[in-house]
């Protein structure tokens, strides 16, 4: 029988996702895939599997989904309540659920984007090369309730295991490089974006991030658009009115407002996870530098699965815990040791 998860109930932006689509930009598509994919490599290192599997994202509030048959699951990126039938769920965590038991998801308490993964992947349907949704190009769809979401074959066995949670979502310094129009911004200009402390504007998806501040706006010199060109994730527009916009991974390919700079791909995962209200920083660091730390990042994410620790359980959240050997023997206080 095919593992799958049942949807009995589900957030409003929940969608497959993977690694993305490469190689269709010129064509007008950008890569799209999962918005932090961090959290992808994090859940298929604790499930000991490639992270190529698709996995389930979810934005801000999650579902309850029942199990067809004995599986593995993992969850990751923002940190949501979790219970498998009564018993409390550690996140960043991968767990066994048996047929008929059901895993109920609670509201982010930190962070913006939770991945539930499962053991052989979800075997959502391959469009263009690759499994993930990316909804405004018209690809995959909404997971609704009353959904069934396959699992493909399963061969791994590892449950029960964590990995520690990094600062990645609850905002912090981002780190960019400069764009092709990052010389018009004036000196003292990129000075005061620099030491500016940005607020993440509610109005944010996959598609882009809008940055609030206090004073006044950011300005190129001599120009408020330019001739559309190309984009890439991670670019910084500043609008006509001088509002940052951060393009994700569901951007347009094309623009036409100035850049001031481009967020490293090492730091997109805290760009997508600070919640709203979260406060940013962008700091400007040399190509050379932006080179090194993508290399330390691609390094990291390649030995997460050494890093993944045994899950110690709580007793409390043990429902069944008087069916379990807790002595092993007894001894006498008395009794001499060396006879």
Known sequence: MTAALKVIQIGPAAAF????????????????????????????????????CAVLEIASVGGVFEATAPLRIALTGADMTARIDDASAAWNAAHRMEAGQRLT?????????????????????VRMGARGGHMSAGLGKLIAKGDTLPALPDTGTRTGYYLPRDKRFDGGTVRIVPSVQTNHFPPEERA??????????????????????????????????????????????????????????????????????????????????????????????????????QQQDAKARAGLAAKAQPLVRDINDISDLLSYQLVSGAISAQADPFE
């Open 192 to 293: 005061r974006f620099e030491a500016t402390s940005f607020k993440r504007d509610p109005r944010a998806n996959r598609q882009g991030i809008r940055m609030e501040h206090d004073g006044t706006g950011f300005a190129a010199q001599g120009m408020r658009t330019i001739v559309s060109e190309v984009i890439v994730q991670g670019d910084i527009q500043i609008t006509g009115d001088g509002t940052p916009f951060v393009l994700m991974c569901e951007s347009q390919t094309t623009g036409g407002y100035p850049r001031i700079g481009t967020v490293i791909p090492a730091d997109l995962p805290r760009m997508a996870q600070t919640p709203a209200g979260g406060q940013i920083t962008f700091q400007f660091i040399t190509l050379e530098e932006a080179v090194t730390i």
């Open 17 to 52: 996702q993977d690694l993305g689509r490469p190689g269709y930009i010129a064509s007008g598509l950008t890569r799209g895939g999962a918005i932090d994919t961090l959290a992808v490599h994090e859940g298929a290192a604790l499930l000991k599997q490639s992270p190529d």
């Open 105 to 125: 998801i609670g509201a982010a308490r930190s962070g913006s984007y939770a991945y539930l993964h499962i053991g052989g992947g979800f075997d959502a349907p």
